[in-house]
C-alpha cells in the first residue's frame, strides 16, 4: 500500500508546457498577421534631398508601376479617375490630396492625374518622396 501512495502523490510543481506553447504559437501568428494589416499600395517611391516626412491626413492618390490608380487602397482604372475624383471632391469635401507615384512610370501619367485633381477643384496637393539622406 506504502509503494502505490508514494506513485502518486502530489507534486508542487507547476507544469506550464502548454502555456508556452499557446505563446509561441500566438507569436507566430501576429508575425505572420502583423504584416498583412497594414494594406498599403506597393509603390517604390523616388528619393528627394527636399522630401520630409509627412501626416498622413489627406486623402493619399497612390499610381503603381502597372499604371493602376488607387484613392486611398481603393483601385480606379485611369478612364473612371476624372469623374471618380469629381465625385469624392463633392461627397467628401477633399480639399488636399497627397499624391504617390512609382519612380519607374512615365512622366505624362503623372502629370494627367495632376490635371485630373487640379481640374476636380483641389488646389492642395502634396506630391510624396523619400527623403534622401546622402549629403
Same mark, same amino acid.
Given at each position: 500500500?506504502?509503494?502505490?501512495?508514494?506513485?502518486?502523490? #502530489?507534486? %508542487?510543481?507547476?507544469?506550464?508546457?502548454?502555456?508556452?506553447?499557446?505563446?509561441?504559437?500566438?507569436?507566430?501568428?501576429?508575425?505572420? =498577421?502583423? *504584416?498583412?494589416?497594414?494594406?498599403?499600395?506597393?509603390?517604390?517611391?523616388?528619393?528627394?534631398? !527636399? !522630401?520630409?516626412?509627412?501626416?498622413?491626413? !489627406?486623402?493619399? $492618390?497612390?499610381?503603381?508601376?502597372?499604371? $493602376?490608380?488607387?484613392?486611398?487602397?481603393? *483601385?480606379? *482604372?485611369?478612364?473612371?479617375? *476624372?469623374?471618380?475624383?469629381?465625385?469624392?471632391?463633392?461627397?467628401?469635401? $477633399?480639399?488636399?490630396? %497627397?499624391?504617390? #507615384?512609382? +519612380? /519607374?512610370?512615365?512622366? /505624362?501619367?503623372?502629370?494627367?492625374?495632376?490635371?485630373?485633381?487640379? +481640374? !476636380? /477643384? $483641389? +488646389?492642395?496637393? /502634396?506630391?510624396? =518622396?523619400?527623403?534622401?539622406?546622402?549629403?
Amino acid at each position: 500500500m506504502s509503494d502505490i501512495y508514494k506513485k502518486y502523490t #502530489a507534486t %508542487s510543481r507547476m507544469n506550464i508546457t502548454s502555456l508556452v506553447d499557446i505563446t509561441m504559437m500566438l507569436l507566430i501568428i501576429f508575425m505572420i =498577421a502583423s *504584416p498583412l494589416m497594414h494594406g498599403k499600395v506597393d509603390i517604390t517611391l523616388p528619393k528627394s534631398k !527636399a !522630401a520630409h516626412t509627412y501626416e498622413e491626413r !489627406a486623402t493619399v $492618390i497612390s499610381i503603381t508601376k502597372d499604371e $493602376i490608380i488607387y484613392v486611398d487602397k481603393t *483601385p480606379i *482604372p485611369v478612364k473612371e479617375f *476624372p469623374n471618380r475624383i469629381k465625385e469624392l471632391k463633392e461627397i467628401k469635401k $477633399i480639399d488636399e490630396v %497627397s499624391l504617390k #507615384a512609382d +519612380e /519607374g512610370l512615365h512622366y /505624362g501619367l503623372v502629370m494627367e492625374v495632376i490635371g485630373y485633381i487640379k +481640374e !476636380a /477643384g $483641389i +488646389e492642395n496637393l /502634396g506630391l510624396v =518622396a523619400i527623403p534622401d539622406k546622402k549629403k
